[in-house]
């Protein structure tokens, strides 16, 4: 290696290249100024390539620049090795350095072939014009989606609103008769029979109203945002301009969470399951679907029921099953979760179970009493309407057991 190094720099038997122009001063002055500006300027053109590169980092081809500026600081070189090779007869490495300069060339000749055609497909500015107008089109288009979104939004929480007014108003005047009860129930069992008969209409029309608003979110709104989805796919597949593709693929998949936050919604409400399939498929759907929200193990069993039941029958026991998930998931710190219905002789048994961390029952019946929360007398309340009892039995840190049993006698078709 350093005997090829040497030779590089030898000059042997050679002479200096300025021989050739007989040392004349006018002759070698002119080729000393030419080389010398043809390598400065050779020089200067790589470094304006390179700052137009990293200041046009989304420019095509980036790479083409960079390519040129190295054969061009080639050639740049070689002119200096004239120079110097008028006084040092170093030809070797003249040699080498063109072959240099002829190997960067006839790559960048080769890869400057095939990027042609692409250069050419670049769209002009006229293009990209009527693409820009088609982007502006379409964003309006998604702005007028978006409010026509959001006006459906308004109407939705208008009724929500609505109808939550008029279920805490009947909620209160519940209250009050609950409170007015207490204090006479010893001289009046008629004036339990009326709050039973209360409580019942109660949850009857809360039922209606779910039902209702639940039909409405999957028959109105969740149209409605189906209609603009299809809308906006429609011009998406008959565009022609791949800018226009981000913005509308960004509203459609606004309309789709709507449209999945309506579906959620509705479902939530009252799930149509429960009345096109009765209470064991609508069950078995609901714990698995709030499980798997959760993160939490979820396991449904039912054994086959010889009895049909009734529709009030079987939204007690829905509605028992979604208040205790609803607790479990929000409180209970619980990793497992089972839910159990059966049948034994004249008696509908539902039982749910958990692993959490347990809680005071009469703490937390002492509490609902009061005007906190009234899940737990929710259930309890339910129950009672359609003749059946309930048992509730939690242990710190060891879970908590909830056992609800109905008679069917009274149900069965």
């Not at 978006?146 to 008029?166: D, S, W």
């Not at 709050?195 to 999957?218: D, M, P, V, W």
């Not at 509705?266 to 209470?279: A, C, K, V």
């Not at 703490?363 to 059946?388: D, N, P």
């Amino acid at each position: 290696m350093s005997e090829l190094w040497k030779s590089l720099f030898a000059f042997g038997q050679f002479m200096p290249h300025g021989y050739c122009y007989l040392w004349k001063p006018e002759l070698v002055g002119l080729h000393i100024v030419s080389d010398l500006l043809i390598a400065l300027a050779y020089y200067s053109i790589p470094v304006a390539l390179i700052y137009f590169v990293r200041q046009r980092q989304d420019l095509p081809f980036n790479w083409i620049f960079l390519l040129f500026g190295a054969f061009i600081v080639a050639c740049g070189s070689t002119h200096l090795m004239e120079i110097w090779t008028l006084w040092y007869p170093t030809y070797w490495l003249s040699g080498l350095l063109k072959a240099i300069t002829a190997f960067v060339s006839v790559y960048t000749a080769l890869a400057l072939v095939p990027l042609v055609p692409k250069a050419i497909a670049l769209p002009s500015p006229a293009q990209l014009e009527a693409a820009n107008r088609e982007l502006q089109y379409q964003i309006t288009q998604r702005e007028q989606a978006e409010n026509a979104l959001h006006l459906a939004n308004e109407e939705l929480e208008t009724k929500v609103k609505k109808r939550t007014l008029e279920l805490a108003q009947i909620n209160e005047e519940l209250k009050n008769e609950i409170a007015e009860r207490k204090r006479a129930e010893e001289i009046q069992l008629k004036t339990q029979e009326r709050l039973q008969t209360l409580s019942g209409k109660l949850i009857e029309a809360q039922e209606t109203e779910r039902r209702s608003l639940a039909r409405e979110l999957h028959d109105e709104i969740g149209q409605a945002l189906t209609a603009v989805k299809i809308n906006l796919q429609t011009i998406q597949y008959s565009s022609a301009a791949t800018q226009t593709a981000s913005p509308l693929q960004e509203s459609i998949s606004i309309v789709e969470v709507a449209l999945q936050q309506v579906r959620s919604l509705s479902l939530d409400l009252r799930p149509s399951l429960l009345d096109d399939l009765g209470l064991v498929v609508a069950l078995r759907w609901y714990v698995d679907r709030q499980t798997q929200r959760a993160g939490i193990i979820g396991e449904f069993i039912a054994l086959p029921l010889e009895t049909k039941l009734l529709p009030n029958l079987e939204t007690t026991c829905f509605r028992i099953v979604q208040e205790a998930l609803t607790n479990i998931v929000r409180h209970a710190k619980a990793q497992r979760v089972t839910i159990e219905l059966w049948q034994q002789e004249t008696h509908l048994h539902l039982d749910i179970r958990d692993d959490g961390i347990g809680f005071d029952v009469e703490a937390a019946r002492e509490k609902a009493t009061r005007g906190g929360s009234l899940g737990l007398l929710g259930m309890e309340e339910r129950v009672s309407l359609v003749g059946g009892q309930i048992e509730i039995k939690s242990v710190h840190q060891q879970g908590t057991e909830i056992h609800a049993y109905f008679p069917l006698s009274t149900y069965q078709s």
